[in-house]
């Protein structure tokens, strides 16, 4: 069964000058584990469907599917990153990791050892009693990222998880994101404007069209290395092929 179904999704919204399309016939499906990169133009509507995703926004017509249930409101099952780590400054490591838990009710034994082994795991328990302003911009974005895998989600949502971070950090950190969904077989849908990033992490690119957004394709993404990495995948000849594929579809909407 699919993770997660996207089915005829399309919004519509109230401006100045009357009611404006943003998305249209939006439909797509997720295994599980599989991770996604949504591209288009600025503007064209690519975060406003995550929100939908999310349940943090309902739409004017279609419907999406969690484990076969209808997403209606904020669902337990999806987890969201946004561009700021949105880490507490007056809490440590370990309480930052913890705060999700904690909101949502689910302190639990099993709950906080499955966030202490994030910690161990992933390089970031002996920092755990360190401050967020003590650690550097991809330490930090590491421990949001254990935040909100520590509620255990079915989805994450990555809306321009990386863009705040300098261009040298930010390869590195996608290295480790990377490494870290796939280990933990999170299936993960991600918004960014950076082609070499949607190719280099996606197993698919969807390519969004100027608003009213429509579905111009969904690019299968096959390095043919079971061990891929996003820097690895830079480095190979299809990468090119693939860049200049999404660039010409892209630009063809200018």
């Not at 599989?34 to 288009?40: D, K, L, N, Q």
């Not at 950076?194 to 390095?223: C, H, N, W, Y």
Request: glycine letters at 6%.
């Amino acid at each position: 069964m699919d993770v997660l179904i996207v089915k005829d999704i399309e919004e519509n919204y109230q401006a100045e000058n009357g009611e404006i399309t943003a998305l249209k016939n939006i439909s797509f499906s997720m295994k599980k584990g599989e991770f996604i990169s949504i591209v288009g133009p600025s503007g064209c509507g690519k975060s406003t469907l995550l929100s939908i995703i999310a349940g943090l926004l309902r739409p004017t017509s279609g419907e999406v599917l969690v484990n076969g249930e209808k997403v209606d409101g904020v669902s337990p099952h999806i987890g969201y990153m946004l561009q700021k780590d949105n880490l507490l400054a007056w809490r440590s490591i370990y309480k930052n990791v913890l705060f999700g838990l904690e909101i949502r009710g689910q302190m639990e034994p099993e709950n906080i050892a499955r966030a202490e082994r994030l910690l161990k795991t992933y390089g970031l328990y002996e920092f755990r009693d360190k401050y967020p302003y003590q650690l550097s911009g991809g330490m930090r974005q590491r421990v949001a990222l254990i935040r909100t895998l520590a509620v255990n989600p079915d989805i994450l949502l990555l809306d321009e998880a990386f863009s705040a971070l300098d261009y040298q950090t930010r390869l590195t950190v996608t290295d480790d994101v990377y490494g870290i969904l796939k280990q933990e077989q999170i299936t993960t849908l991600m918004v960014t404007h950076d082609i070499p990033e949607s190719i280099s992490m996606g197993d698919r690119v969807v390519i969004l069209s100027q608003r009213p957004a429509t579905i111009k394709e969904i690019l299968e993404i096959d390095f043919e290395d079971d061990a891929r990495t996003p820097l690895s995948c830079r480095n190979s000849p299809k990468f090119s092929k693939y860049f200049e594929h999404i660039w010409k579809e892209l630009k063809s909407d200018e």
